[in-house]
C-alpha cells in the first residue's frame, strides 16, 4: 500500500504538467483565442478565400475543390503541423502538377493520387527525413517555381483576354496572337482593373494608405471588380458552384502503373519541398518580428511533413486539390501578429463558414478576376531578388535549365534535369583548377586557384618545369583541399628545386601549411595569439657552431654590454661584431660599439645598434640579419622565436592581408583613433579591439603616461605623437587604456622619498598625480563594474586613466579640437586575468567603468 503513497501525493501536482492542448482534471476545457489570433485569421481567410478559387480554376478543376482544400489546409495541418503559424492550403506551385493530372487521368483519379502522396509524406514523416529535403540546391528550388510561375501567368493570359488555356506551355505561346486579336472588351476591362488594383492598393501613400493597406489587395482587387461587373451588367463568365451534393469524390486510381507512381512521386516531391522550406521561412519571419510578441516555437521539419501528408490524406478523400505551404499565407498571417496555430485553424474555420453560407456572393465573382489574382500570383513567382541570388553564386545555369525543363517538359522533367547540371556544375568546380605562373623581380610566382586534386598534377608538373633551376619561388595554394598525389608532387619538386640551389615558399589560406612539414610532430598548429613559449609544435635542432673569427660570449655578456666613454651600451647582439671591445672604439663604419668580443661581420642576431647616448648604427652593425638569414652564427632561443614567428607570419597571414596593406601604402593611413596604452607584454591592443591594418595610431610607454606639456623633465615623444594624430591625421577619438597587474602602477605605490635617480623613477614622476588621487575613503574608489577595486593598486590603475585623461586636455591641440566638437576623450581597462574590457562612464573622481557587452553596441 505504501507504494501508492507516492502517485496520491503527487496528482495534485501533475495538473500542471499536461501538455499544452490537454484538457485538466476535473472540469472540460475551453477553446480560448487570443485577439491577436483571431484578427490574423481573419486577415488570412480574406486572401486565401479568391486565391483558392483563383487556383481551383488555373487547375481546371471544380471550384469546390479550392475551398476544400483551403479548409483541409488550415484545420487539418493548423493542428497537425510542425510550424505553427505557416498556413497551409492549394498553393500556386502545384497548378501545374494538378493541371497536368487532370489533364491525363481525370480529376477523381488526380484525387487518388493526393491521397497517396499524402500516404507518402506520412511514411517520410515517420522515417523523419524531413532535413533531407533541405539538401535540395535552392537554384533549383527557385528554378522550379520560377517555372511553375511562368506557366501559370502565360496559361491564365488567355482566360484574362476571355478566351480558354491551352494543356502546354508551347500551345499557349502559339495561341497567344489569335487570342490577343479576338480579346473580349468586358474581360480585359475586368482584368486590367483587378490588376491595376493589385499593384497600385499597396503603395497608397500617407496615413490614409496606411490604415487601407491592412486590408488585403486581393481581396479589394476581386471585390472592386465584381462589383464593377456586377453595376455595369457586364456579360461575362463568372464562379459556378455545383451544388455539393454533386461534388466528385476520389475513386480508385485508373491507369498504366509507372505514370501513377510518377504522378504520386511529383506531387510529393513538391508538396514536400514547399511546405518545408515554406516552414524554415516562416522562422526567419517569426524570428524578425519587431516587437515583444509571445514566444512562438520553431518548427518541427517532421512533424510539419507528418501533418502535411494527413491533410492530403483529407483532402484528397473529400475532393479537395492537392495542400502544401503557402507563402503569401503564411507571411501574411505572421505579420498580422499571429502567435499560436489557432489563428491557422480559425482562418479553415471561417472557409467552412463562407463555403456554405457566401455560395451566392461567391457565384458574382467574374472569372477574368480570378485569373488575373493568379497571373499575378504567378509573375511574382519569378522573384529577381532569387535571380540576383543565384547569379552571385553562380548558379544561374542551374536556375535557368530548371526553369526552361519545367515550362517547356513538365514540373519532374525540370527539376531532374536541375538536379543533373547542379552535379555537373559541382563537379566542375572540384576539378577545375587554375594554374598560372608569372615572374615578378626574379622571384618566380606559382599561383594554384581552386582545389588540387590527382587531376590537376599534369598542368602542376608542367607549369613547375618552368621554373629555373636555382630560381627563387613562391607557390601560392588558394583552396581548401589538397590530395595525396598533388602532395606529393610539391613535395617532392620543392626537395629537388632546394637541391638545385633554389628557393622555394609555400603560402595558403590553410594556417601552419608546409608542404615540407605535413600536419603532424612538425606542423604548427598553433593559434595565431599563442605566445612563443606555449606553442606546441616542434622546434628546430640547435644550429651549427659559428664559424672562426666568431667567438661565442657567455650567457651574460650576451644580453647586455657597458659602453666607454661615447661607447653605446644597451641589448647586444647574440654574436659580436668585428672590431675591439671596451672602449668605444669604431668597429664598422658609422658605428660604435660596448664590450664584446670579436665576431665576424653578419653575425649578428640581436639589436646590436647603439643604444646609449653618443652611440650611432651605421652599416654592418646589425650585421644584416645575418643570424636570421643562416649565413651568420647560430640562433639563440629568442631569435629563433622571433624568425619562426617572422616565418609564420609570411605563410600564413601576409597573403590574406597583402591586398590590404597595399592599399593602406597606396592611400595613406587613416586611423579614428589614437590608442595610448601601456607597453605591457600582455596588452595586445589589436587583439582587445578586433582592429586591423589602419585602425589605431597606437602610443605605448610604461604606465600608459601622458606627460603634462612644458613639464620639467618631460617626454616630447608623447606630445609629439598627440599632436601629430590630431592635428596632421584628424583621429576623432583619444583612448587612454589601463590594464591589471600594471608594474608601473606598482612601483609608483612603492616609491620612496627619495628623488628620481633613474629613468624608470624620473619617467614614473609624471604618474605622482594619479597617486594623489587616491582616497583613504574606500567609498569614494572609482568603481569597477559596480564593485569596490580588490586593493589599492587596481584602485591606482583606475585613477591613472582618469588622471592622464585631464592631462591629455592640457595639451593645446587636444583643447583645441575638443573645443570645436572635433574630438572625443574614453578611458578603458583592462582586466587581464579576466580578458575582460572595461570603458570609462565618467571622468570625474567618481567614475565608473562599465563592462563592454555584446547588447550596448546600439550603434
Known amino acids: 500500500m505504501s507504494a501508492c503513497v507516492p502517485a496520491r501525493a503527487d496528482s495534485a501536482r501533475t495538473k500542471h504538467v499536461h501538455p499544452p492542448h490537454s484538457p485538466p482534471h476535473g472540469r472540460p476545457g475551453r477553446f480560448r483565442v487570443e485577439g491577436a489570433d483571431l484578427s490574423a485569421a481573419i486577415a488570412v481567410f480574406l486572401i486565401a478565400l479568391p486565391l483558392s478559387l483563383g487556383i481551383a480554376l488555373a487547375t481546371g478543376a471544380p471550384l469546390q475543390a479550392g475551398l476544400v482544400a483551403a479548409a483541409v489546409g488550415g484545420i487539418v495541418v493548423g493542428r497537425l503541423g510542425g510550424c505553427p503559424l505557416q498556413v497551409s492550403g492549394p498553393a500556386a506551385g502545384l497548378t501545374v502538377v494538378t493541371a497536368d493530372l487532370i489533364q491525363r487521368y481525370g480529376w477523381r483519379t488526380t484525387c487518388a493520387i493526393t491521397v497517396l502522396a499524402g500516404l507518402a509524406q506520412l511514411g517520410l514523416g515517420c522515417l523523419r527525413v524531413a532535413r533531407t529535403a533541405l539538401a535540395v540546391s535552392p537554384a533549383i528550388v527557385h528554378g522550379m517555381l520560377a517555372g511553375i510561375g511562368i506557366t501559370i501567368a502565360v496559361a491564365q493570359v488567355h482566360i484574362v483576354l476571355g478566351g480558354t488555356p491551352q494543356s502546354a506551355v508551347p500551345d499557349n505561346l502559339r495561341a497567344l496572337p489569335a487570342q490577343l486579336a479576338n480579346a473580349q472588351p468586358a474581360d480585359l476591362a475586368v482584368s486590367v482593373l483587378t490588376l491595376t488594383l493589385l499593384l497600385l492598393w499597396p503603395r497608397l501613400p500617407g496615413r490614409v494608405g496606411q490604415l487601407l493597406g491592412k486590408v488585403p489587395a486581393a481581396l479589394v482587387a476581386v471585390a472592386s471588380a465584381t462589383a464593377v461587373a456586377a453595376l455595369a451588367g457586364l456579360r461575362l463568365p463568372k464562379v459556378d458552384l455545383p451544388s455539393w451534393s454533386s461534388h466528385a469524390l476520389a475513386a480508385l486510381p485508373d491507369g498504366p502503373v509507372l505514370g501513377l507512381v510518377a504522378a504520386v512521386l511529383t506531387t510529393t516531391l513538391v508538396c514536400s519541398v514547399q511546405s518545408l522550406l515554406g516552414a524554415v521561412a516562416v522562422d526567419k519571419l517569426v524570428a524578425a518580428r519587431p516587437g515583444p510578441a509571445r514566444r512562438v516555437e520553431r518548427s518541427d521539419l517532421d512533424r510539419e511533413l507528418l501533418g502535411q501528408g494527413a ?30 496555430r489557432n489563428s491557422t485553424m480559425l482562418h479553415g474555420v471561417l472557409v467552412v463558414i463562407a463555403t456554405l453560407l457566401m455560395v451566392p456572393a461567391l457565384e ?95 598542368r602542376l608538373s608542367r607549369v613547375l618545369h618552368h621554373v629555373p633551376h636555382g630560381a627563387d619561388a ?99 647582439g647574440v654574436e659580436g661584431t668585428t672590431g675591439a671591445a671596451g672602449t668605444g672604439e669604431p668597429t664598422a663604419p658609422g658605428s660604435h660599439r660596448g664590450t664584446g668580443e670579436a665576431g665576424e661581420a653578419g653575425s649578428s642576431g640581436g639589436s646590436g645598434g647603439a643604444d646609449g647616448p653618443g652611440g650611432t648604427s651605421g652599416p654592418g652593425s646589425f650585421g644584416g640579419f645575418g643570424g636570421f638569414g643562416g649565413f651568420g652564427g647560430p640562433l639563440g632561443s629568442s631569435a629563433r622565436d622571433l624568425a619562426r614567428g617572422i616565418s609564420a607570419f609570411h605563410r600564413n597571414t601576409a597573403p590574406l592581408v597583402r591586398g590590404e596593406l597595399a592599399r593602406l601604402a597606396r592611400e595613406g593611413q587613416q586611423p579614428s583613433q589614437l590608442f595610448l596604452a601601456c607597453a605591457d607584454s600582455r596588452l595586445v591592443t589589436s587583439m582587445i579591439t578586433s582592429s586591423g591594418p589602419g585602425d589605431l595610431f597606437v602610443v605605448r610607454n610604461v604606465g600608459n603616461l601622458v606627460p603634462l606639456p612644458g613639464e620639467e623633465n618631460g617626454d616630447d615623444s608623447v606630445a609629439a605623437a598627440i599632436e601629430y594624430a590630431v592635428d596632421v591625421l584628424k583621429v576623432r577619438s583619444i583612448t587612454v587604456c589601463g590594464h591589471s597587474g600594471c608594474g608601473a602602477v606598482q612601483a609608483l605605490l612603492n616609491t620612496g622619498p627619495g628623488g628620481a635617480r633613474t629613468p624608470l623613477e624620473r619617467w614614473l614622476r609624471h604618474g605622482v598625480p594619479s597617486l594623489r588621487r587616491l582616497s583613504e575613503d574606500e567609498d569614494s574608489w572609482i568603481r569597477l563594474a559596480g564593485r569596490r577595486p580588490v586593493d589599492a593598486a587596481e584602485q591606482l590603475c583606475l585613477a591613472n ?59
Open 474 to 572: 613562391v607557390v601560392e595554394l588558394d583552396g581548401s583541399f589538397m590530395d595525396h598525389a598533388a602532395y606529393e608532387t610539391l613535395q617532392d619538386w620543392q626537395k629537388t628545386h632546394a637541391a638545385q640551389g633554389g628557393s622555394v615558399e609555400i603560402t595558403g589560406r590553410r594556417p601552419g601549411l608546409r608542404i615540407s612539414e605535413p600536419a603532424g610532430p612538425g606542423g604548427c598548429r598553433c593559434h595565431p595569439w599563442t605566445p612563443w613559449r606555449n606553442h606546441q609544435c616542434e622546434r628546430p635542432q640547435t644550429a651549427p657552431a659559428p664559424p672562426p673569427g666568431g667567438a661565442r660570449r657567455s650567457d651574460g655578456d650576451q644580453r647586455s654590454g657597458t659602453g666607454g666613454p661615447g661607447g653605446a651600451g644597451g641589448a647586444g
Open 801 to 859: 586613466v582618469v588622471q592622464q585623461l585631464e592631462h591629455l586636455r592640457a595639451h593645446a591641440s587636444v583643447s583645441r579640437t575638443l573645443g570645436d566638437g572635433e574630438l572625443e576623450l574614453h578611458g578603458m581597462y583592462f582586466h587581464v586575468g579576466e580578458a575582460q574590457a572595461y570603458l570609462l562612464t565618467e571622468e570625474d573622481g567618481a567614475g565608473r567603468f562599465e563592462l563592454v557587452r555584446e547588447t550596448d553596441l546600439t550603434a
Open 364 to 458: 458574382l465573382i467574374p472569372l477574368a478576376a480570378l485569373a488575373s489574382l493568379v497571373m499575378a500570383v504567378g509573375l511574382k513567382m519569378v522573384s529577381l531578388n532569387h535571380i540576383r541570388t543565384v547569379t552571385r553564386h553562380r548558379e544561374v545555369l542551374v536556375y535557368a535549365v530548371t526553369t526552361c525543363g519545367v515550362v517547356f517538359l513538365g514540373v519532374l522533367e525540370g527539376v531532374a534535369l536541375g538536379i543533373a547540371v547542379a552535379v555537373g556544375v559541382a563537379l566542375h568546380r572540384l576539378t577545375r583548377t587554375r594554374i598560372t605562373h608569372t615572374e615578378t623581380e626574379g622571384v618566380h610566382h606559382v599561383q594554384v586557384r581552386g582545389q588540387l586534386t590527382f587531376l590537376a598534377v599534369p
Open 311 to 340: 491533410a492530403n490524406v483529407v483532402s484528397g478523400t473529400l475532393g479537395g486539390l492537392p495542400i502544401a505551404g503557402v507563402a503569401v499565407r503564411s507571411s501574411a498571417n505572421v505579420h498580422a501578429g499571429a502567435v499560436s
